[in-house]
């Protein structure tokens, strides 16, 4: 059964940047599909923050995190990766990731996400 298993969370300074990995498991022609991070801010619903297909020529980013986040995936270790730099507060939140198709998530089982919050 394919499932998500988020991790590289933690406590991080503004301005500072991190990383969080996503494996995603049991797929099989991973290539096929858009992966996508969402993220879910304290008191707001989950929103997507960037995704990418496997052939690189195909991105999405939230406004807010342009130039500042990248996604990559390694699809041979079926990770998808999420790179922040210049974390600000408004980043802290609960990170997912999923598979999408017409931006909306393909899997209805979440992943338990994984936490950065981001410290002033």
Not at 49 to 76: E, H, P, Q, W
Not at 85 to 99: I, K, M
């Amino acid at each position: 059964q394919v499932h998500f298993v988020e991790s590289g969370g933690g406590l991080v300074q503004a301005g500072s940047s991190h990383r969080a990995s996503c494996a995603a498991n049991a797929f099989s022609n991973l290539e096929l599909y858009v992966l996508a991070w969402f993220r879910e801010a304290p008191g707001k619903q989950r929103e997507p923050v960037s995704c990418l297909n496997s052939g690189y020529n195909m991105t999405y980013y939230l406004d807010s995190v342009k130039g500042r986040f990248t996604i990559s995936r390694d699809d041979a270790k079926t990770t998808v990766y999420l790179q922040m730099n210049s974390l600000q507060p408004e980043d802290t939140g609960v990170y997912f990731c999923n598979a999408v198709k017409g931006g909306l998530p393909l899997y209805k089982s979440w992943g338990q996400g994984t936490q950065v919050t981001v410290s002033t």
